[in-house]
C-alpha cells in the first residue's frame, strides 16, 4: 500500500469512529471515552485532511458541526446558526498568545499598534442553549442540535429556577439570549446519591451519570418535565442569536452587562483582558481557581471585545475568527486498569482502590484511583486489563467512572473483593465483614489494624471521650507515621523527651500533651467505653452500657442475650459488642489501658441508685441556645435520666429550641410536640434535682 492508500484508509476509520463518539455524546448523552480522547481523533483527522488535502469529504466532521435530532424532541430551526469555536489545545500561556497573533494578523495591524481589547470568559461545561425571548417573554428553549436545526427543550430549561421566564424591562419584539446549560458539582454528587438509591431499590430506566455535563444534557433533553424539575440546573448566557427591535451595545462585555439587567444570569468570572498578555493572566487566574468553583469549565473562552471588529473578522470554516476556546488539561483520560488493591480506611471501610497506568488528568499524573465499593465495580462493570475513564474534578479524589467496552481484551479479569482478600483485612488479618444492606466490606480489627490506629487515637482523645489536651490530627499523624506510637496504651507511655525528638515539637507543646494524658486518666466508665470507639457505640449508648453492667467486667463478659437487655441496645449493637470483646487483642488493649493508670469509679451495683427524674423522656435540640452549649444541654439531661435524640419523632417528648431553630422545630409544630426554650428546660432541670 502506498502512504495516500494508508491515509485514505486512516481517514475513513476515524470519520467512522468520531461519527460513532459522537453520536454517543450529542444524542445518547452516554458516551464512551472522553472529551480529551475525541479531541485527539479529530485532530488526528485534521493533520490527516491537512496533508491530504484531496481526501477531505464535505460531511467530514471536520467539517460541520456534529449532532442530529433525538427522536421525540421537536426540531427547531435556528434563525441565526449556533456555531462553535475553535479549540486551542495547547494549554500553556502560548495558546492565548497564538490566538492573538492570529487576530492581529487578520485585522493587519503592525507589530507596535496598541494591544486589542478582548472579553474572557469562563468556558462552562454544559450544553449551548438558545432561548427566544418575543417582547420580553420567554417562548422557546433549544439545543444547539447540528448548529442549524436543535431540539426544543423548551419543557424542561423553563424548570430552571434562576431563568427569567419574562425579561426586566425589555420590548424588543425577539431577543435570543444565547448560554450554557450546566449542573453544578454539588447539585450532581446529589443527583447520582438519588439515582443509586433508586437503582438499589430497583427502580427500571434510572441510572447514574459519569460527569456533571453529561447529566445536564441528560436533563435538558429528559421528555418528561417534572422530573426534570427534581434536578437542579444552572445557566450563564454568553452570547446573542437573533434580535429584532433592540440596539445591542457595542461590546461583548456591554451585551453581558445589559442581560444580566434584563435578570439573565452572568458568569460575574467574565473579564476585560488587554493583549495577548492580559488573555495569559486570565488563563492563569482562573486555573488557580478551576478547582474551587462550584462547577466544571474545560476551559476559557477569548473574545474580541468590539463588535464592529467581531463582523470585520468574521468566519473561517464556519468557526469566528474572532473567538477562541483556550482549553486546561482534561479532567477525564483513559487509562490501563492494571490492577486493584484495597485500602483499609480510617474507620475499617475497606475502598477498591485502581492501578492505573499512570495518566496526567485534572493537572496531576495519577496512578490511584478510587473504585468506590464492589457494588459500583460490578454496576459498572470494570474488569482489570479493562481501559477505563478516569475523572479528577476539584478537590474530590481521582475516580474510575466508566470502562470503554470497545477496548475490553479477552482476557480482562473480574475482581471480587472478599475472595481477594481470602476474607481477611489486607492489614491486620482480622475478619472482614459486610453488614446487610451496607455496600462496605469492613475490617473487623479496630483497634489493632494499623491502617485505624490514627481515626481511633484522635476518636480516644477526643473531648467527648477521653478528652485528651494538646493531642491534634497533626500530632495523630506524626506520632502514627514515626512509629513512636503504635497502639493506644503507647499513648500513655509518650513523656517529653520522647515528643521533643519528633519534628517541629516545641518543648511547650510537649509538656502540654503529657499534662492532657495525666489528667484524662481520671475519666468515667462510660467514656472509657466510648473512647475504645467500637462499632455502633456512640456516647448515649456507652453511657447506657456503663449504668447497665457497672464494671468493665460484667460487660466484657455478657452474651449477645445479656447485652439486649439494655435499653435500645438491638441485635446490631450487641453483636457488634460482642464480637469486639471476643478479639483478644482488644482484650489486651484495654488491659494495657486500665494498666496505665486510666481509673473511673466503679459501681458495683449495690450503691443507691442516683434519682432519675427525666427518666422515660426523650429530647431534642435544635438552635443555639442562649447560655448552654448543645453538649452541656445534653450532659444535664442525660444526667437527670433524660434521653437526647438527634431527630424529631412522635417518640419525641420535648423539642429544646434555641436562636435559628430550622426543619426541627417546624416538624416539632407539625406534630403538636411540647417546645421549650432554654429557661424553661433549665426550670425543669432545677425542679428535677430537687426530685
Ligand atoms: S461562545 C460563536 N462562550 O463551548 C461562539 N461558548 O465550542 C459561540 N461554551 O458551543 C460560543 N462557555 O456550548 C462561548 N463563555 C462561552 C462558553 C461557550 C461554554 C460552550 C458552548 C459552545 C462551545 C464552544
Not at 427566544?132 to 430552571?160: N, P, S
Not at 454528587?189 to 444534557?217: C, D, S, Y
Not at 506524626?478 to 520522647?498: I, N, S
Request: one cysteine or more; glycine letters at 8%; charged letters at 25%.
Amino acid at each position: 500500500m502506498n502512504r495516500q492508500t494508508i491515509a485514505a484508509a486512516r481517514a475513513a476509520a476515524l470519520r467512522a469512529e468520531l461519527q460513532h463518539h459522537a453520536h454517543r455524546y450529542y444524542v445518547l448523552d452516554a458516551p464512551e471515552i472522553p472529551d480529551a480522547d475525541y479531541d485527539r481523533l479529530f485532530q488526528e483527522l485534521q493533520a490527516i485532511e491537512a496533508a491530504h488535502p484531496e481526501l477531505l469529504t464535505p460531511d467530514s466532521p471536520t467539517q460541520r458541526v456534529i449532532g442530529a435530532v433525538l427522536d421525540g424532541l421537536v426540531p427547531v430551526r435556528h434563525q441565526v446558526p449556533m456555531l462553535s469555536v475553535h479549540t486551542e489545545t495547547d494549554t500553556t500561556p502560548a495558546g492565548a498568545e497564538k490566538f492573538d497573533a492570529r487576530v492581529r494578523k487578520a485585522l493587519g495591524l503592525a507589530d507596535d499598534a496598541p494591544p486589542l481589547v478582548y472579553h474572557a470568559e469562563l468556558k462552562f461545561d454544559g450544553l449551548a442553549i438558545n432561548l427566544r425571548y418575543e417582547h420580553g417573554e420567554l417562548v422557546q428553549a433549544a439545543t444547539r442540535g447540528d448548529g442549524e436545526t436543535g431540539e426544543d427543550v423548551t419543557h424542561t430549561v423553563r424548570m430552571i429556577a434562576t431563568l427569567p421566564k419574562r425579561l426586566r424591562g425589555v420590548t424588543a419584539a425577539v431577543l435570543e439570549v444565547r448560554g450554557e446549560v450546566f449542573m453544578r458539582r454539588d447539585d450532581f454528587e446529589a443527583l447520582n446519591e438519588r439515582q443509586r438509591k433508586l437503582i438499589e431499590a430497583g427502580a427500571r430506566g434510572e441510572k447514574t451519570f459519569v460527569n456533571p455535563r453529561n447529566a445536564a444534557a441528560g436533563v435538558v433533553r429528559q421528555l418528561d418535565a417534572a422530573k426534570a424539575a427534581k434536578r437542579p440546573l444552572s445557566f450563564f448566557a454568553y452570547g446573542l442569536g437573533e434580535v429584532l427591535g433592540w440596539a445591542a451595545p457595542a461590546t461583548q462585555g456591554g451585551v453581558l452587562a445589559a442581560l444580566g439587567k434584563m435578570g439573565v444570569p452572568v458568569s460575574p468570572d467574565s473579564a476585560v483582558a488587554l493583549g495577548a498578555e492580559g488573555l495569559v493572566r486570565y488563563h492563569e487566574r482562573i486555573a488557580a481557581r478551576r478547582d474551587s468553583l462550584p462547577f466544571d469549565i474545560d476551559g476559557v473562552v477569548y473574545k474580541v471585545d468590539d463588535l464592529g471588529l467581531q463582523a470585520a473578522l468574521g468566519f473561517k470554516s464556519r468557526e469566528p475568527r474572532w473567538a477562541v476556546a483556550h482549553k486546561y488539561p482534561a479532567q477525564e483520560q483513559t487509562t490501563l486498569l492494571q490492577g486493584i488493591d484495597v485500602q483499609v480506611g480510617r474507620t475499617g471501610k475497606l475502598t477498591p482502590v485502581a492501578k492505573l497506568a499512570p495518566v496526567f488528568v485534572g493537572g496531576t499524573t495519577v496512578s490511584n484511583a478510587t473504585l468506590h465499593n464492589q457494588d459500583e465495580i460490578d454496576r459498572k462493570d470494570v474488569r482489570i486489563g479493562d481501559t477505563v475513564v478516569v475523572r479528577r474534578a476539584g478537590d474530590v479524589i481521582p475516580e474510575v467512572v466508566g470502562v470503554v467496552a470497545a477496548r475490553r481484551p479477552a482476557d480482562a479479569q473480574r475482581f471480587d473483593l472478599y475472595a481477594r482478600l481470602g476474607g481477611h483485612c489486607p492489614v491486620c488479618g482480622s475478619a472482614i465483614t459486610r453488614e446487610e444492606g451496607e455496600v462496605d466490606w469492613r475490617c473487623s480489627g479496630g483497634l489493632f489494624c494499623a491502617a485505624q490506629r490514627k481515626q481511633a487515637i484522635l476518636h480516644f482523645a477526643g473531648r467527648r471521650a477521653m478528652d485528651v489536651e494538646g493531642l491534634g490530627d497533626k500530632l495523630v499523624d506524626q506520632l502514627v507515621d514515626a512509629a513512636v506510637v503504635r497502639t493506644l496504651p503507647e499513648l500513655y507511655g509518650l513523656d517529653v523527651a520522647k515528643l521533643s525528638a519528633l519534628d517541629r515539637m516545641a518543648g511547650k507543646s510537649a509538656q502540654n500533651l503529657v499534662d492532657g494524658l495525666a489528667k484524662s486518666r481520671q475519666t468515667t466508665f462510660a467514656r472509657f467505653l466510648y473512647a475504645l470507639g467500637i462499632r455502633h457505640v456512640g456516647e448515649t449508648t456507652a453511657k447506657d452500657l456503663a449504668r447497665h453492667f457497672g464494671q468493665l467486667d460484667r460487660l466484657i463478659d455478657a452474651s449477645e442475650a445479656q447485652l439486649l437487655e439494655v435499653a435500645d441496645v438491638g441485635p446490631i449493637v450487641a453483636q457488634s459488642i460482642h464480637t469486639f470483646f471476643a478479639q483478644p487483642h482488644n482484650l489486651d488493649i484495654v488491659r494495657e489501658l486500665r494498666a496505665c493508670g486510666i481509673e473511673w469509679k466503679e459501681d458495683d451495683g449495690t450503691a443507691d441508685p442516683t434519682p432519675k427524674p427525666l427518666l422515660g423522656l426523650t429530647f431534642v435540640l435544635t438552635g443555639s441556645l442562649p447560655t448552654l452549649s448543645r453538649d452541656d444541654a445534653k450532659d444535664r439531661i442525660e444526667a437527670a435520666g433524660g434521653k437526647v435524640s438527634g431527630s424529631v419523632s412522635k417518640k419525641t417528648h420535648f423539642v429544646v429550641a434555641g436562636a435559628e431553630a430550622g426543619s426541627k422545630l417546624d416538624k416539632a409544630r407539625e406534630l403538636g410536640l411540647a417546645v421549650l426554650d432554654e429557661a424553661a428546660l433549665l426550670a425543669m432541670l432545677a425542679r428535677a434535682g430537687r426530685a
